[in-house]
């Protein structure tokens, strides 16, 4: 079992739709989560980054993390097809020397 | 511009002969780290180092190896690369610290015939 599952989706929606992206973990001690924005031919880019449990907003992203129930989501509002992407989400433990673990990321296409 | 660059962006080479994928950032991060990317298995760490001198292995570190002399480059070696080394490859980079995240490169497409 991976320790970051993730559905890979693809996941189509309409361009103004809520988007809801998900993912579970298994190891405990992971404590930073991040999500990151993958276009396609480039590099994966930092969207969201939050320590432990909570809620963290930027503009019309919200990352949202559920420790009890190990369920990390990030959610988009608006959506526009510029945020048409690969979606991965990643975790590491804070004695880990900060070696990311990544889920298998979902492809996300917002139509005009 | 911030940023981290890997060289080559595409290779095709033959089964076993060596080569080195470069990586260069110009952030003076400490930490950098060498990723994988395979459909359906996603980024796979292959390896990471905290500082100049200081490398270790990440979860797929087989039949790759790195150097980290200068706080700037972190090659990646394959001395006899195969065809299961066929993937994309991506070298990321991030300061001290647990306020950041990484920043990656472009990537190197790499394929082993």
């Known amino acids: 079992q991976k320790e970051v599952e993730q559905d890979p989706g693809p996941l189509s929606v309409p361009e103004g739709a809520i988007v809801s992206l998900n993912c579970t973990y298994s190891n405990s001690a992971f404590q930073y989560f991040m999500w990151y924005r993958q276009y396609s031919r480039k590099g994966p880019e930092l969207l969201m980054y939050t320590y432990s449990s909570g809620n963290k907003e930027d503009g019309r992203f919200t990352a949202q993390v559920d420790k009890s129930s190990k369920y990390i989501s990030l959610f988009i509002r608006d959506s526009q097809p510029s945020d048409s992407a690969t979606y991965l989400c990643a975790s590491f433990s804070s004695g880990s020397a900060r070696q990311l673990t990544f889920g298998s990321g979902t492809q996300l296409t917002v139509l005009p | 511009e911030a940023q981290v660059t890997q060289n080559p962006r595409y290779l095709i080479t033959v089964t076993g002969k060596k080569l080195t994928v470069t990586c260069s950032q110009n952030m003076n991060h400490e930490y950098m780290s060498w990723y994988r990317q395979d459909p359906g298995l996603g980024l796979r760490q292959i390896y990471y180092?905290?500082?100049?001198?200081?490398?270790d292995k990440g979860d797929v570190p087989e039949g790759y190896k790195v150097s980290r002399k200068e706080k700037r480059n972190f090659p990646l070696i394959l001395e006899s690369p195969s065809p299961n080394q066929t993937s994309l490859y991506f070298c990321a980079s991030s300061p001290a610290g647990t306020d950041y995240g990484y920043t990656f490169g472009s990537g190197t497409r790499l394929t082993v015939v």
């Open positions: 180092s905290m500082n100049v001198e200081v490398t």
